[in-house]
DNA sequence: AATTTTTTGGACCAGCAAGTCCAGAAAGTG
DNA sequence: CACTTTCTGGACTTGCTGGTCCAAAAAATT
């Protein structure tokens, strides 16, 4: 059973189509006839593409979206190596969530997929590639004598992940990104210092 | 129009019955008949006591469990005053969400009313209490010259409690606390740190 | 051109969940 | 004890939403 080109295209204008309302609308619901609507497609179509229905469909635009946060901010995430970098980083995600608002496109996501076995899956590997690539960036910054050596780079690279989740989310909440600066400023801080904390 | 004894122990019944139900099901579809079958009522209750129907009832659970998530912490949140307390406070918020697992009682609850206008007020109040909580603690750890005093106390409170949300969020995705852990010992670690960062 | 397969459109169905309504029980009140 | 008001139960309505089905259009294949 081969799937032409044409069906291709379309099965791709229903997920990035779903997805770029998913990232602007209501997060709360959104129905298939929605999809349907904005993506110029009938039910048919829908089902023919996603067997599995809604289900399949949302997961599908999970792994959409994961793949674009990553994209976003590869050019950066691959070289944290200098200080510079760091805070080009730290500017690139502020002003992408700024522009966004208070819209975490996978937090949408989680909110009406979290039921499903597969989107938290989706979630969970996206969050550990993520943190793989910060703990990479420390490390390249202890290399380089830039951070101290007892720096846990992997535990802080899990504070970053979720210090930015939890920025995110209190962004969705407010509508202010002051806490995602916060956040970031002060664990960019954490590494800049010195000298270790004095045990208790 | 008033309310007897016995109404507002039903209305108190609803919510609570209602709030616990919420923290421990699926947080995706809540639906009223459950709520009436849980709380021993009927839909004539249910509408008689939130006239405005599932969003106001969802409202008044999400004031209770707001109250609930700041109460809970109180007597650790009223007095960050030495390290110890810190750490005290810090395994009680680990220890806390270690048990309830994969369930924040309030993001549950965004992610069902988050469209309601109200619900996100609760929300941002509540962060808002949190966030003065532990800047006094902040403040009150830098008179006791523990913490130096170029740190800024509101800022860092934010990055905590936006570590914190954070956390919890990475905990309903991977079911691990690893990442709470990780983000309030590096907090805590940075403002134990005895030195300021260098100026880049 | 004939035929097979994929793609598309939309009518239709079934179930569920929010909300309405009203009658009767319980509880205050004079 | 009469009377009013609040409280309770549950049947009923209404609208929406995921999902099914099938026939026709469009491609591909021979």
Redesign the interface.
């Known amino acids: 059973m081969p799937i032409t080109a044409k069906g291709r295209a379309t099965r791709q204008r229903i997920v990035e189509g779903a997805a770029t309302h998913l990232r602007g609308g ?3 619901r959104v129905t298939l006839d929605d999809i349907r609507a904005i993506t110029g497609t009938s039910k048919g179509q829908l089902f023919h593409y996603f067997p599995g229905g809604k289900d399949e469909l949302l997961l599908a635009v999970a792994v959409f979206e994961a793949g674009r946060v990553l994209d976003d901010q590869e050019p950066h995430l691959g070289a944290l190596t200098t ?2 970098a760091w ?1 080009r980083w730290r500017e690139v995600l502020v002003t992408r969530y700024r522009a966004q608002g208070a819209h975490c496109p996978l937090g949408s996501l ?3 997929a ?2 499903t076995p597969g989107a ?1 899956e989706v ?2 590997t996206m ?1 550990a590639q993520w943190r793989t690539h910060v703990a990479a960036g420390i490390e390249a910054m202890q290399a380089a004598r830039e951070v101290r050596a007892e720096v846990d780079a992997s ?2 690279a ?2 970053f ?10 962004l ?3 509508g202010s990104v ?3 600066e ?2 970031l ?3 960019i ?10 045990t ?1």
């Open positions: 209501e997060p709360g200080w510079a805070l989680l909110a009406q979290g039921g938290s979630v969970r969050l535990r802080t899990s504070a992940i979720a210090g930015i989740q939890g920025g995110v989310q209190v969705r909440s407010t002051e806490d995602l916060a956040v400023d002060t664990l801080d954490y590494l800049r210092c010195p000298e270790s904390p004095t208790c």
